[in-house]
């Protein structure tokens, strides 16, 4: 939340939520939240969903991926968008990152669109976007659609332009943590009528809003976002921009408290984008880097390779079944990368304890 007064209003809405439940036809929240994403980002279309992961394959199913499809996704991702893809029956085909700290390279992404190609979905970590204009003119020569990821990156902007809204999708979470929460949600834009009514019939088992249930066509599944999540995620949306310039000030604020330190190397955005300020991100030059990573999370700064374990998806354990192919440097470039994510409830103060551990422990770091 906001603050004391977006803590408020959210008891105020849940308060008359819970009060009409149950309601067979309880949407007015979930449709408000819609109507109020779709107008914050300048698309046509926003369809309100249970979680980020969801959202992924809401999208991707609405754009009809199926069996016997590729989707091309970066390698350097967490495991959940491997898991919306294989959720379709489409084989996730990675793409490995470019020497240097380019998350996506996309000589390789060129080299491996087929015939069986139908999308590509890149992914927006910690709020970046990389180069997406060379993306979607690949896209486009080859006749493909692009489905973004953008669950980490709400509010960040690409020359002016909001991720999510480059491509034919965008999708997002509303998980604790993120620029906007309500605990557990997510939703998609796009600004194609058809691929929204094509979510928002997906999404509810396949009866499209105001249809009657004699009007199922296709299969769907429940992937609703409940009403009182949607009450909290409508008093969040309210502060977004507020949000926005808090998370960049304490990204700042915990880059530069942690100075220069041998063997972390800054990797600040390209001048093209604008970050939402996610997380702050650094490359680590020294022996056992995964280790540091890890040693650091113990210390009590919070990461996403110490904390949540992030590794490249070609490296995931739980991927091993679907046979992927391998990505050396984006497995690389997860083992180096600090993903340090900062919140509201974060303090300035703690912000710069973390400061100091990242700078004592990175100095005196001898792996065994």
């Given amino acids: ?116 190609s139908r999308a590509i979905l890149p992914v927006h970590f910690a709020g970046r976007t990389g180069d997406m204009d060379a993306l979607l003119e690949l896209a486009a020569s080859r006749g493909l659609p692009v489905i973004e990821d953008a669950c980490q990156a709400q509010g960040s902007r690409y020359r002016g332009r909001l991720a999510g809204t480059l491509g034919l999708a965008g999708c997002f979470s509303l998980k604790d943590g993120k620029i906007i929460s309500c605990g557990e949600g997510g939703y998609l834009l796009t600004s194609d009528p058809a691929i929204a009514a094509r979510a928002a019939a997906f999404r509810n088992h396949g009866l499209a809003p105001g249809a009657r249930p004699q009007a199922r066509t296709a299969l769907g599944l429940n992937y609703r976002l409940a009403e009182p999540l949607a009450a909290i995620a409508r008093t969040d949306l309210a502060g977004l921009d507020e949000a926005i310039a808090r998370r960049r000030r304490q990204t700042q604020l915990l880059s530069s408290l942690t100075g220069t330190v041998d063997g972390l190397d800054p990797l600040p955005a390209p001048l093209d984008e604008q970050s939402n ?13 995964r280790g ?77």
Avoid at 15 to 43: F, H, I, W
Avoid at 69 to 97: K, N, Q, S, Y
Avoid at 281 to 289: D, Q, T, V
Wanted: hydrophobic share 50%.
């Fill in 277 to 289: 300020g996610y997380a702050a991100l650094w490359l680590i030059s020294r022996g056992k880097p």
């Fill in 1 to 116: 939340m906001t603050g004391a007064s977006g803590t408020a209003e959210a008891m105020r809405l849940l308060g008359d939520v819970l009060a009409s439940m149950p309601d067979p036809a309880g949407t007015a929240q979930c449709r408000a939240l819609e109507a109020e994403l779709a107008a914050a980002s300048g698309t046509g279309h926003a369809v309100a969903v249970s979680s980020g992961t969801a959202a992924l394959h809401t999208a991707l199913a609405a754009c009809g991926i199926g069996a016997g499809d590729e989707v091309l996704i970066p390698a350097f991702t967490v495991v959940m968008t491997v898991a919306a893809v294989a959720a379709t029956g489409a084989r996730p085909v990675l793409v490995d990152a470019a020497p240097g700290g380019q998350f996506t390279d996309l000589d390789d992404l060129a080299a491996k669109i087929t015939a069986r």
């Fill in 292 to 368: 540091l990573s890890e040693h650091l999370a113990a210390c009590g700064v919070p990461n996403s390779t110490g904390s949540f374990g992030f590794r490249a998806a070609s490296a995931e354990p739980a991927c091993r079944n679907l046979r992927l192919n391998a990505c050396p440097h984006a497995e690389a470039a997860a083992d180096r990368i600090l993903a340090v994510p900062v919140t509201s409830r974060i303090s300035d103060e703690q912000i710069a304890g973390m400061a100091a551990i990242i700078r004592r422990e990175a100095q005196r770091w001898e792996p065994c």
